[in-house]
Every structure is written in structure tokens, then in C-alpha cells.
């Protein structure tokens, strides 16, 4: 098949069935770049230069449902407080742009958006830290729409270890499943990237329903530990949930991961911290990169990693998190939300089908999220709402 | 009520000698009757008690069932409906035990016991948001909850913040307390909270604030606003009862003075409530005067008045003194009614009007 052709069949089908997306930054840029001025950073138009995201490009791009985060950094003084900012910011996006963005809870929200043609809009929470240690706190955002909680995100929280800090709990406490076990009652999806691979496993263990990965690849492919090892892969199919492929460079390219970790090291050599963003930092940064030019990932990386996870997990349990607005560097050819095609045009080459691109696309991350309300349903049968504390199941604060 | 006719007295010229004794409202048929009369008008209209601390007290009990009764408590189903209680304001307590606790996570907290209490009382409690909800909840023999009054703390100075809670239920906020409603009235961004308040139909409450902020939120409001828990500084000096001249400027705009049944606030006795009563009416009219229980709240109440049972009792010492059917109903239901329709009105007429983005550091800079 011809490039041109391939890309035409991809555009094709995600007519049909448009790109369910587990991960976008929109909210936090919005909140960083315009303080939330929706006015200022309007993106019924092209908004390229300031952000990945915007109605046009999301329409060029086949995307047919978006999981917003609502993200906030662990530095922030209060993360409960921040992250109902974020809350707000994507309701009033939905009332902003009626006629593009749908408010969708469930998958039959989400069928809905597709035969509407509009973009179905969902929130997910990346990091326990937004809830402070506080279930009710968790059942707040769940009404207010949030349908997945990252348990981590860079840094563990008291309950959960994450993939990028030193190992504490070594997985999940007893509070962390009793969290994994209410939004499993709630239905609310429990997404394991950016944890430990310890807290994968305790938090397959315990949850009872699909788990998903917002926004994970392969670490077979690349041995970076924001990626999925094989062991966690091979459970998916059992639990039902689904891997969404990140496109993240500096997580999916080896090439780029080594860079990162040379350029890291060449700040720590100069005395500075490797996330300082201070002039004389950048300074130091842009000189090791004249040096070093950045390996540069393409659509081709993302599809081995896709190759590779659709070997391990098969075809039922992928799915796509491209992190826009939410990382700096993008594969060429995934430039923005507008490259989604460009990916399905590869692997069309590659030899998948139709078939397999629907269930890429759209029908996994739809049949997970149906699958969470249907187990839901079920536990709200025998099971109330639970006034557990993490004092009362981990100890008092400290002894962990 | 046709009996009721008997009870209005003749129209008199002010000031001609009737040649009636003084104590002319003076009902002097004997308690049980009156009583029995209290509880025909509250079976017609029933009391919309503006304060309870209830989801602060539930979170202390191990366990407990409202639908049974519940002796640790002042507030459960039999005893609303004794009481005939069809609608309660539950307040957000914030102030975290371990100190530690932060206001948004409280308030969330608070909201989704709000919610969870009410869900497991399906047959005697019923969420609601409007006052069309209200009136539903009572013609299904439910007591209506409205979520609120909650401290201003709650939204950690972000609009954003009100707008969730709001969506999440809440339709009362308490503006004392707050950097933007201090001792010299509301400041730009404390404007724009009123504002978007009014566009969202949740109510202001200026207890306890300092009269600039009550004298501004009054003229500011598109629509009433309430006193959760104030009674008549003319009849005891406590800081959080209104002087005469704000109650009469609340009275002005139709805002509602909600009597917190307090021994602090009102005195120890039904007659000292009565006369706060009596003096709000005269004061700032019958249109304005309202009855915050206060139960659950940790709070000394009068004799007689213990918890929310007691409603006839008070209901009975005002028609005695010769409050007329018209204003009975007013204070217990209809002056609520009114305020949370306006709210839902005003919210609806304000739609046109975007979310409001403004943050507190941009409207309060120092200069």
C-alpha cells in the first residue's frame, strides 16, 4: 500500500471509529499559559506555537473522545484545591465549545459523542496526591466526573509507590487497595502509568475491574521505568484492560532515554538541579545540546512499541495516550493532535487491519470503561461507600 | 383555615381609644389549644430550618440510623416530622480535628457525607438544589436538604472552587471570614465572589461579617441575601446579631434574618426567641424573619426548644402573641421559598454572563 493511500484508509476509519485519547495536558497548559483566560487562548482555532491542542487540530486528528487531565503538580500547595481548578476548567470548556465537545460519564456517553460527531470529553486525575489521602475527598471528584485516578504520578504518595521515586511501600499499602477497592465500587477507572511496577501488581491483584495505562509503552522496547514490563503486559488480557501507547520521546526512544540521562548528568556536573529552568541552566542545557543534537523519535518508534505490546497483551488490550500539552518534545510525525492518522497509516502498512486498528482506536477504551460501570454496579449491591482512614489501615502518618 | 378568621383583631384608627387592654394579641385560650393550632399551621406550611450541624455530628457516630431515631443526636426523621420540619440547611463544618486538614478536602468531605447520609434515608430525606426541588420533596413527604451554609474557607479563594462546589450541591456560602470580606466590607475580588454567586444561584450569608461587608453584599446581590444564624442586637448584645439599622437595610432588600434557637444568641427561654421574633418583624418585617434551628451544632438551646421536635412549641408562644397565620407561614416556609426561588431566578437571568477567570491576586494586589 502506497503512503498516500494508507493514509487516506486511516483517515477512513477513524471516521468510523475515532481515536479514544487517555491523555491530554490541555487544562494544565491553559492554567500556566493564559490563568485560565479561555478568551486569551482560544482554541476554536489554531493555537499551534502556544499549545499540541485545539478544535481544529483535534477534528484533523480523528479524535472522537478525550480524557482531559486534570493534573496538578505535587508542588502545588494544595493539590485538592488545584485540581478543582482543573475540574472547572474542563466544564467550562464543555460549555465553551457545545457544538465540538460532548460531557460524557459513561460509554453510552461516548457512543452518543460518535454518533453526534462530537469530541466526548472525560476527566481523569493523574496522581493520588489529588486526593489527599481522603476517600470522601476521591468520591468527590468521581461526581464531579472523574473517571480515572492515576495512583502516582513522579513522586509515591504515602499510599502507592510510583515509577519514578525510591520505592517505599513497595507497591500498594492497605490503604492503596482499599482506594484501588473503592474506585472499583465507584467506577472509576484505576490507571497505572507513572507507578511502580510493584504498584501494577498489588493493584492488579486487587481491583476487580479493567485496569487502564493513560499514557505507557513497552519497556521490552524501551527500558525506561514510566514504561510497562512484560509481566504486567501478559496480565491484561485476564483483568481486561488496556495499555494506551504514550508518544513521549524521552520514554520511548532508547536513544532518547540515554540522552536524557547524559544531559541530566551533565546539569549535575555544573551544580545544578536536572529540572532547573533558570537562565544560567538553560544556558548550560543548550550548549550540552549543540553538542549532543537530540535523537529525534518518529511515528515508526511508537508503532514498534505497539508491535511489541500487541504480542504480549494482543489486539483486545491497546489503546492511545498521547500526552499532548503535557510534554515538550513530540515524534515527528506526531507533531500535535493532528498526527493520530499519520500512526494508523504505519501500522497499516505494517499489515493491521481494519479490524485491529478499530479496537486501537476506539472500541478497547470504550468496552474498559463500560466494563467499570457494569463492576461497579454490581459491588454498589452489597458494598457502601467506605469510611475507611489511612491512620486507621496504614498506621498512624509516618510509621507507613 | 376558616377558624382562624376569629383570631384576626377589628381594625382600629392608631391611636383611638378601643377600650381593649393593651395586650391585645394576647391569645388567652389555654396551651394545648394553642398548641393543637400550631401544629394545624405547620401541617400547612412547615418550618425550613435555616442551620444544622448535623454532618459535622454524624461524622463523630460510629453508627447510626435516622430513620429509627437516634438518642445521641437532636436530629432524626421521627423527630423532623414531629417537629414538621420539610426543609434543612445542612452546614459544612471545616475546621479539621488534626488541624492539618485543609479546607477544600473538608468541604469535599463534608459534601459526600451530605450526600452518602442522604442517600441511605431515601424515605425521609431528599438532596435538593432549587426551590422547585423543594416543593417536590415535600409533596413526596420528604425532608428536603440544601447543602450550605459552608465557610467562606471553602473555596481557598478561587472562583473555580465555587463553581465545583456549587455543582457539587452547595447553595449557601458564609462570607465571614474570609481575606475578601474583612472589617472594611467586601474588596474588588470579595465582589466578584458575590457576583458569581448570583450567576450561579448560591446564596450569600453575612453572618457574623462585619457590617461594611453585609452593608455591600446587600446592595451588591442580584438576589436576597441571608443571615444563617443572627438574632436582634436590641435585644441581646451578642456580635453576630444584627443592630437595627442593618436589620432594617436587610429588610429594605427583602434579605432574610434566619434566628438561631441559641440560649447565647436569643436568651433561655421560648418568650426571649419570641421576642427577638417580634422585634425582626417590626423592624425589618414580616418578610424578612426567618428560624435557623441550630441543632447539632454543640450549642446551648432554650428550654423547651431542645431539639427539632419543638417547633410547635415556639409556633405556639407566636400565636399567642398574636402572629397571624400570614406571618407564620412566612417565617417557617414561605420566606425560605422565596429567597431560593429568587436565587434560581436570578441564576437563570444571568446565564448570558461567562465564568468569571479573575483571580484574587489580580483584583487585590496591594497598590
Same mark, same amino acid.
Given at each position: 500500500m502506497?503512503?498516500?493511500?494508507a493514509l /487516506?484508509e486511516?483517515?477512513?476509519?477513524?471516521?468510523?471509529?475515532p481515536v479514544v485519547d487517555?491523555?491530554?495536558d490541555?487544562?494544565?497548559?491553559?492554567?500556566k499559559?493564559?490563568?485560565y /483566560?479561555l478568551d486569551?487562548?482560544?482554541?476554536?482555532?489554531?493555537?499551534?506555537?502556544?499549545l499540541?491542542t485545539?478544535l481544529?487540530r483535534?477534528?484533523?486528528?480523528?479524535?472522537?473522545a478525550?480524557?482531559?487531565?486534570?493534573?496538578?503538580?505535587?508542588?502545588?500547595?494544595?493539590?485538592?484545591?488545584?485540581t478543582?481548578?482543573?475540574?472547572?476548567?474542563?466544564?467550562?470548556?464543555?460549555?465553551?465549545y457545545?457544538?465540538?465537545?460532548?460531557p $460524557?460519564?459513561t460509554? $453510552?456517553?461516548?457512543?452518543?459523542a460518535r454518533?453526534?460527531?462530537?469530541?466526548?470529553s472525560?476527566?481523569g486525575?493523574?496522581?493520588?496526591?489529588?486526593?489527599a489521602?481522603?476517600?470522601?475527598?476521591?468520591?468527590?471528584?468521581?461526581?464531579?466526573? !472523574?473517571r480515572?485516578?492515576?495512583l502516582?504520578?513522579?513522586?509515591?504518595?504515602?499510599?502507592a509507590?510510583?515509577?519514578?521515586?525510591?520505592?517505599k511501600?513497595?507497591?500498594?499499602?492497605?490503604f492503596?487497595?482499599?482506594v484501588?477497592?473503592?474506585?472499583?465500587?465507584?467506577?472509576?477507572?484505576v490507571?497505572?502509568?507513572?507507578?511502580?511496577?510493584?504498584?501494577m501488581?498489588?493493584?492488579?491483584?486487587?481491583?476487580?475491574?479493567?485496569?487502564?495505562?493513560?499514557h505507557?509503552?513497552?519497556?521490552?522496547?524501551?527500558?525506561?521505568?514510566?514504561?510497562?514490563?512484560?509481566?504486567?503486559?501478559?496480565?491484561?488480557? $485476564?483483568n481486561?484492560?488496556?495499555?494506551?501507547?504514550?508518544?513521549?520521546?524521552?520514554?520511548?526512544?532508547q536513544?532518547a532515554?540515554?540522552?536524557?540521562?547524559?544531559?541530566?548528568e551533565?546539569?549535575r $556536573?555544573?551544580?545544578?538541579?536536572?529540572?532547573?529552568?533558570?537562565?544560567e541552566?538553560?544556558?548550560?542545557?543548550?550548549?550540552?545540546e549543540?553538542?549532543?543534537p537530540?535523537?529525534?523519535?518518529?511515528?515508526?518508534?511508537?508503532?514498534?512499541?505497539?508491535?511489541?505490546?500487541?504480542?504480549?497483551?494482543?489486539? /483486545?488490550?491497546?489503546?492511545?495516550?498521547?500526552?499532548?500539552?503535557?510534554?515538550?518534545?513530540?515524534p515527528?510525525?506526531?507533531?500535535?493532535?493532528?498526527?493520530?492518522p499519520?500512526?494508523?497509516?504505519?501500522?497499516?502498512?505494517?499489515?493491521w487491519?481494519?479490524?485491529?486498528?478499530?479496537?486501537?482506536t476506539w472500541?478497547?477504551?470504550?468496552r474498559?470503561?463500560?466494563?467499570?460501570e457494569? !463492576?461497579?454496579?454490581?459491588?454498589?449491591?452489597?458494598?457502601?461507600?467506605?469510611?475507611?482512614?489511612?491512620?486507621?489501615?496504614?498506621?498512624?502518618?509516618?510509621?507507613? | 383555615?376558616a377558624? %382562624?378568621?376569629?383570631d384576626?383583631?377589628?381594625t382600629?384608627?392608631?391611636?383611638?381609644?378601643?377600650g381593649?387592654?393593651?395586650?391585645?394579641?394576647?391569645?388567652?385560650r389555654?396551651?394545648?389549644?394553642?398548641?393543637?393550632?400550631?401544629?394545624?399551621?405547620?401541617? +400547612?406550611?412547615?418550618?425550613a430550618?435555616?442551620?444544622?450541624?448535623l454532618? @459535622?455530628?454524624?461524622?463523630?457516630?460510629?453508627?447510626?440510623?435516622?430513620?429509627?431515631?437516634?438518642a445521641?443526636?437532636?436530629?432524626?426523621?421521627p423527630?423532623?416530622?414531629?417537629?414538621?420540619?420539610?426543609?434543612?440547611?445542612w452546614? %459544612?463544618? =471545616?475546621?479539621?480535628?488534626?488541624?492539618?486538614?485543609?479546607?477544600?478536602?473538608?468541604?469535599?468531605?463534608?459534601l459526600?457525607?451530605?450526600?452518602?447520609?442522604?442517600?441511605?434515608?431515601?424515605?425521609?430525606?431528599?438532596?435538593?438544589?432549587?426551590?422547585?426541588q423543594?416543593i417536590?420533596?415535600?409533596?413526596?413527604?420528604?425532608?428536603?436538604?440544601v447543602p450550605?451554609?459552608a465557610?467562606g474557607a471553602?473555596?481557598d479563594?478561587?472562583?473555580?472552587?465555587?463553581r465545583?462546589?456549587?455543582?457539587?450541591?452547595?447553595r449557601?456560602?458564609? =462570607?465571614?471570614?474570609?481575606?475578601w470580606?474583612?472589617?472594611?466590607g =467586601?474588596?474588588?475580588?470579595g465582589e466578584?465572589?458575590?457576583?458569581?454567586?448570583?450567576?450561579?444561584?448560591?446564596?450569600?450569608?453575612?453572618?457574623?461579617?462585619?457590617?461594611?461587608?453585609?452593608?455591600?453584599?446587600?446592595?451588591?446581590?442580584?438576589?436576597?441575601?441571608?443571615?444563617?444564624?443572627?438574632a436582634?442586637?436590641?435585644?441581646?448584645?451578642?456580635?453576630?446579631?444584627l443592630?437595627?439599622d442593618?436589620l432594617?437595610?436587610l429588610?429594605?432588600?427583602?434579605?432574610?434574618c434566619?434566628?438561631? %434557637?441559641?440560649?447565647?444568641?436569643?436568651g433561655?427561654?421560648?418568650?426571649?426567641?419570641?421576642?427577638?421574633?417580634?422585634?425582626?418583624r417590626?423592624?425589618?418585617?414580616?418578610?424578612?424573619?426567618? =428560624?435557623?434551628?441550630?441543632?447539632?451544632?454543640?450549642?446551648?438551646?432554650?428550654?423547651d426548644?431542645?431539639?427539632?421536635?419543638?417547633y410547635?412549641?415556639?409556633?405556639?408562644?407566636?400565636?399567642?402573641?398574636g @402572629?397571624?397565620?400570614t +406571618?407564620?407561614?412566612l417565617?417557617?416556609w414561605?420566606?425560605?421559598q422565596?429567597?431560593l426561588?429568587?436565587?434560581?431566578f436570578?441564576?437563570?437571568?444571568?446565564?448570558?454572563?461567562?465564568?468569571?477567570?479573575?483571580r484574587?491576586?489580580?483584583l487585590?494586589?496591594a497598590?
Amino acid at each position: 500500500m502506497s503512503a498516500v493511500a494508507a493514509l /487516506d484508509e486511516a483517515r477512513a476509519l477513524l471516521r468510523e471509529f475515532p481515536v479514544v485519547d487517555g491523555h491530554n495536558d490541555l487544562p494544565w497548559a491553559l492554567r500556566k499559559q493564559a490563568g485560565y /483566560d479561555l478568551d486569551a487562548l482560544d482554541i476554536a482555532g489554531d493555537r499551534s506555537g502556544h499549545l499540541h491542542t485545539d478544535l481544529p487540530r483535534l477534528r484533523a486528528g480523528g479524535v472522537g473522545a478525550q480524557y482531559w487531565s486534570v493534573y496538578v503538580s505535587c508542588e502545588e500547595p494544595d493539590p485538592v484545591a488545584a485540581t478543582l481548578e482543573q475540574i472547572d476548567c474542563v466544564r467550562r470548556l464543555l460549555d465553551r465549545y457545545p457544538a465540538d465537545l460532548a460531557p $460524557a460519564l459513561t460509554a $453510552a456517553d461516548l457512543e452518543a459523542a460518535r454518533r453526534e460527531g462530537r469530541i466526548a470529553s472525560l476527566m481523569g486525575a493523574e496522581g493520588g496526591h489529588s486526593i489527599a489521602n481522603s476517600l470522601g475527598t476521591l468520591r468527590g471528584l468521581y461526581a464531579l466526573g !472523574v473517571r480515572y485516578l492515576t495512583l502516582t504520578h513522579n513522586d509515591n504518595v504515602d499510599w502507592a509507590d510510583s515509577a519514578t521515586d525510591e520505592p517505599k511501600a513497595g507497591g500498594l499499602t492497605a490503604f492503596g487497595r482499599e482506594v484501588v477497592r473503592e474506585m472499583n465500587r465507584l467506577g472509576m477507572l484505576v490507571d497505572l502509568s507513572h507507578v511502580a511496577a510493584t504498584t501494577m501488581r498489588d493493584a492488579l491483584d486487587a481491583s476487580s475491574a479493567p485496569v487502564i495505562f493513560s499514557h505507557s509503552s513497552a519497556r521490552a522496547v524501551c527500558d525506561h521505568p514510566r514504561n510497562i514490563p512484560d509481566d504486567v503486559l501478559e496480565r491484561l488480557p $485476564a483483568n481486561g484492560g488496556v495499555a494506551m501507547v504514550t508518544f513521549v520521546p524521552k520514554f520511548v526512544l532508547q536513544a532518547a532515554v540515554d540522552w536524557t540521562v547524559a544531559a541530566d548528568e551533565n546539569m549535575r $556536573a555544573h551544580g545544578l538541579h536536572h529540572l532547573d529552568t533558570s537562565p544560567e541552566a538553560m544556558r548550560v542545557h543548550r550548549a550540552f545540546e549543540e553538542r549532543n543534537p537530540r535523537p529525534v523519535a518518529t511515528v515508526s518508534t511508537v508503532a514498534d512499541h505497539l508491535d511489541h505490546m500487541r504480542e504480549v497483551a494482543g489486539i /483486545d488490550h491497546l489503546g492511545i495516550g498521547g500526552d499532548y500539552d503535557g510534554t515538550a518534545f513530540t515524534p515527528d510525525g506526531l507533531d500535535d493532535v493532528s498526527g493520530y492518522p499519520n500512526l494508523l497509516a504505519e501500522l497499516l502498512t505494517r499489515g493491521w487491519s481494519k479490524a485491529d486498528l478499530a479496537k486501537l482506536t476506539w472500541q478497547n477504551a470504550a468496552r474498559v470503561l463500560g466494563a467499570a460501570e457494569d !463492576v461497579a454496579r454490581d459491588l454498589q449491591t452489597t458494598r457502601a461507600s467506605s469510611l475507611a482512614t489511612i491512620e486507621a489501615l496504614d498506621g498512624p502518618a509516618g510509621t507507613g | 383555615m376558616a377558624d %382562624l378568621q376569629d383570631d384576626i383583631p377589628a381594625t382600629v384608627e392608631i391611636g383611638a381609644d378601643d377600650g381593649l387592654p393593651d395586650d391585645l394579641f394576647g391569645d388567652r385560650r389555654p396551651a394545648g389549644e394553642l398548641l393543637e393550632r400550631a401544629h394545624a399551621l405547620l401541617a +400547612e406550611h412547615p418550618v425550613a430550618d435555616g442551620y444544622s450541624g448535623l454532618p @459535622w455530628a454524624l461524622r463523630h457516630l460510629p453508627w447510626y440510623d435516622l430513620e429509627l431515631g437516634e438518642a445521641a443526636i437532636d436530629t432524626d426523621v421521627p423527630r423532623l416530622r414531629e417537629g414538621h420540619v420539610g426543609a434543612l440547611f445542612w452546614s %459544612l463544618h =471545616l475546621s479539621g480535628e488534626t488541624g492539618g486538614e485543609r479546607a477544600v478536602t473538608a468541604a469535599l468531605e463534608q459534601l459526600d457525607l451530605v450526600r452518602t447520609v442522604v442517600e441511605s434515608h431515601p424515605e425521609g430525606l431528599r438532596l435538593v438544589g432549587t426551590a422547585g426541588q423543594v416543593i417536590d420533596a415535600r409533596n413526596c413527604g420528604r425532608v428536603a436538604v440544601v447543602p450550605g451554609p459552608a465557610p467562606g474557607a471553602a473555596l481557598d479563594d478561587s472562583l473555580g472552587i465555587l463553581r465545583v462546589l456549587h455543582a457539587l450541591g452547595l447553595r449557601v456560602l458564609t =462570607l465571614a471570614g474570609t481575606a475578601w470580606a474583612g472589617e472594611s466590607g =467586601l474588596t474588588r475580588f470579595g465582589e466578584e465572589v458575590v457576583r458569581e454567586m448570583n450567576r450561579l444561584g448560591v446564596l450569600a450569608d453575612v453572618s457574623g461579617a462585619s457590617p461594611a461587608t453585609a452593608a455591600r453584599t446587600i446592595a451588591l446581590s442580584k438576589t436576597p441575601v441571608l443571615c444563617s444564624r443572627s438574632a436582634a442586637r436590641a435585644r441581646r448584645p451578642h456580635p453576630a446579631n444584627l443592630p437595627d439599622d442593618l436589620l432594617a437595610a436587610l429588610g429594605e432588600a427583602k434579605g432574610l434574618c434566619m434566628v438561631p %434557637l441559641t440560649a447565647e444568641q436569643t436568651g433561655p427561654a421560648v418568650p426571649d426567641v419570641a421576642d427577638h421574633l417580634d422585634h425582626i418583624r417590626d423592624v425589618a418585617g414580616p418578610e424578612c424573619v426567618g =428560624l435557623s434551628g441550630t441543632y447539632d451544632s454543640g450549642v446551648v438551646h432554650p428550654r423547651d426548644l431542645a431539639d427539632t421536635s419543638r417547633y410547635p412549641h415556639l409556633i405556639a408562644e407566636l400565636l399567642r402573641r398574636g @402572629w397571624s397565620e400570614t +406571618e407564620l407561614s412566612l417565617l417557617t416556609w414561605r420566606n425560605v421559598q422565596r429567597v431560593l426561588r429568587s436565587a434560581d431566578f436570578t441564576a437563570r437571568a444571568t446565564q448570558q454572563r461567562r465564568a468569571s477567570h479573575a483571580r484574587i491576586t489580580e483584583l487585590d494586589a496591594a497598590p
